[in-house]
Each structure stands twice: as structure tokens, then as C-alpha cells.
């Protein structure tokens, strides 16, 4: 069995860095909020790819079919 990997310590330093143009990001929100669903043969396609984008990892590391189905 390998050893534990210590990690290391977490700077977030970075993240009080971080600027957000918010009128850029209300401006894009109401640009996706005004575009149509995807319909009829697509819209299955698109579900589909949503789904396959989740992520159904447990933080634990105690992957099994049972505890990733508690996830869905």
C-alpha cells in the first residue's frame, strides 16, 4: 500500500485578487437567459452532455458503484 500523499498548504492569496467586470457579467447573463432551448432531436443530445459533465467522484476516495449512485 503507498504511503498517504501529505499535500500542501493552500494559498488564497490569489483569490483576493480577483476582479469581476459585473456589468460584463449581467450584460452576458441576460444574453443567455434570451437564447432558446434547444428543441425536439437536439435537446435529448444536449441533456445527455450536461449529464456527462457531472462529476460523480466521492472527495473520500471510496468509489464504489454504491456510493457514486448516492451522488446521481
Known sequence: ???R???M???LEWVSKVRVNTQAVLKRAQQ???Q???K???QAAWLLKA???????TLAGDDTPSNVH???
Not at 51 to 57: G, H, R, S
Open 51 to 57: 449529464v456527462t459533465c457531472i462529476d460523480l467522484t
Open 40 to 42: 425536439k432531436q437536439w
Open 1 to 3: 500500500m503507498s504511503t
Open 32 to 34: 443567455i437567459q434570451g
Open 70 to 72: 448516492g451522488c446521481v
Open 9 to 11: 498548504n493552500l494559498d
Open 5 to 7: 500523499n501529505p499535500g
Open 36 to 38: 432558446k432551448l434547444p
